[in-house]
C-alpha cells in the first residue's frame, strides 16, 4: 500500500485537459513512474473525492481539476459521499454487532481466522471506512488550501460530522467484545486513516 499526496497529483496537472499518457509521463513515485494500473486507481479515487472529473472515453479521455463552480456545488458533492458511506456503514454494522468477526485468535496476537458468517460484511465495512477516512483526508486538505472563508467553515463542519459519526460506529463495533478482538479491529481501522492530504492506495 502507497500513500500517496493529494496536492503533488493536483500538481502534476495543468489547467486544462491531462490526458492519461500526459499524466504517467510527468507524475512521478519517488522519481519512478507509476504502474499505468496504480495511476488510474489513483485518479479515480482522485475522481471520488472531487478533486477531479474526467471527461470521454478510452484514448480520448482526459481529466480537468477544480470542476466545482461554488460553494453550495462544492458542499453539496460532499455531503453526497459522506451519505453513500454512512449508509453502507450502518448497513454492515447491523449484521456485525454481537457477532464475533475474529475466531481462533493466537496468544500474542499473531494469528486469527476470520469468521465465515461475518467476513464479507467485515471486508465490506473496512472499503466503506477507508473510503469516509480519505474523504476527511481530502476535506482537511481542501480546507487547509482554500482562501474561502465561508467555505472553510462548512468544511469543518463536514469533518466534524464524520468524526463523529465514526466516532459512534467505533464504539458499536466494540461493545461487548473480548480485549483480543477489539484489539484486532482497532489495529485495522488505524491502518486505513491516511495522513491529512494523502491517499492510501
Same mark, same amino acid.
Given at each position: 500500500m502507497q500513500i500517496i499526496s493529494i496536492g503533488y497529483i493536483l500538481e502534476c496537472m495543468n489547467d486544462?485537459?491531462?490526458?492519461?499518457?500526459?499524466?504517467?509521463?510527468?507524475? $512521478?513515485? @519517488?522519481? !519512478?513512474? /507509476?504502474?499505468?494500473?496504480?495511476?488510474?486507481? &489513483?485518479?479515480?479515487?482522485?475522481?471520488?473525492?472531487?478533486?477531479?472529473?474526467?471527461?470521454?472515453?478510452?484514448?480520448?479521455?482526459?481529466?480537468?481539476?477544480?470542476?466545482?463552480?461554488?460553494?453550495?456545488?462544492?458542499?453539496?458533492?460532499?455531503?453526497n459521499i459522506m451519505f453513500t458511506y454512512e449508509s453502507k456503514i450502518n448497513s454492515t454494522i447491523k449484521? $456485525?454487532? @454481537?457477532? !464475533?468477526? /475474529?475466531?481462533?485468535?493466537?496468544?500474542?496476537? &499473531?494469528?486469527?481466522?476470520?469468521?465465515?458468517?461475518?467476513?464479507?460484511?467485515?471486508?465490506?465495512l473496512l472499503t466503506s471506512m477507508s473510503g469516509m477516512f480519505e474523504l476527511a483526508s481530502s476535506i482537511?486538505?481542501?480546507?487547509?488550501?482554500?482562501?474561502?472563508?465561508?467555505?472553510?467553515?462548512?468544511?469543518?463542519?463536514?469533518?466534524?460530522?464524520?468524526?463523529?459519526?465514526?466516532?459512534?460506529?467505533?464504539?458499536?463495533?466494540?461493545?461487548?467484545?473480548?480485549?483480543?478482538?477489539?484489539?484486532?479491529?482497532?489495529?485495522?481501522?488505524?491502518?486505513?486513516?491516511?495522513?491529512?492530504?494523502?491517499?492510501?492506495?
Amino acid at each position: 500500500m502507497q500513500i500517496i499526496s493529494i496536492g503533488y497529483i493536483l500538481e502534476c496537472m495543468n489547467d486544462e485537459k491531462n490526458y492519461f499518457g500526459d499524466l504517467w509521463q510527468t507524475c $512521478l513515485n @519517488n522519481k !519512478k513512474r /507509476f504502474n499505468r494500473t496504480k495511476l488510474k486507481e &489513483i485518479l479515480k479515487r482522485m475522481e471520488v473525492l472531487g478533486h477531479i472529473k474526467k471527461h470521454g472515453y478510452k484514448d480520448d479521455a482526459y481529466y480537468v481539476k477544480y470542476y466545482h463552480y461554488s460553494m453550495e456545488e462544492n458542499i453539496g458533492f460532499i455531503n453526497n459521499i459522506m451519505f453513500t458511506y454512512e449508509s453502507k456503514i450502518n448497513s454492515t454494522i447491523k449484521n $456485525l454487532e @454481537n457477532r !464475533k468477526i /475474529f475466531v481462533d485468535i493466537s496468544k500474542g496476537l &499473531i494469528s486469527s481466522k476470520f469468521n465465515k458468517y461475518t467476513k464479507s460484511d467485515y471486508e465490506l465495512l473496512l472499503t466503506s471506512m477507508s473510503g469516509m477516512f480519505e474523504l476527511a483526508s481530502s476535506i482537511l486538505w481542501t480546507k487547509e488550501n482554500s482562501d474561502d472563508d465561508k467555505l472553510k467553515k462548512e468544511l469543518k463542519n463536514c469533518f466534524n460530522q464524520i468524526n463523529e459519526f465514526m466516532a459512534e460506529i467505533n464504539q458499536r463495533l466494540l461493545q461487548g467484545r473480548g480485549t483480543e478482538e477489539r484489539i484486532l479491529l482497532q489495529r485495522d481501522f488505524t491502518s486505513k486513516i491516511p495522513k491529512a492530504g494523502y491517499l492510501k492506495i
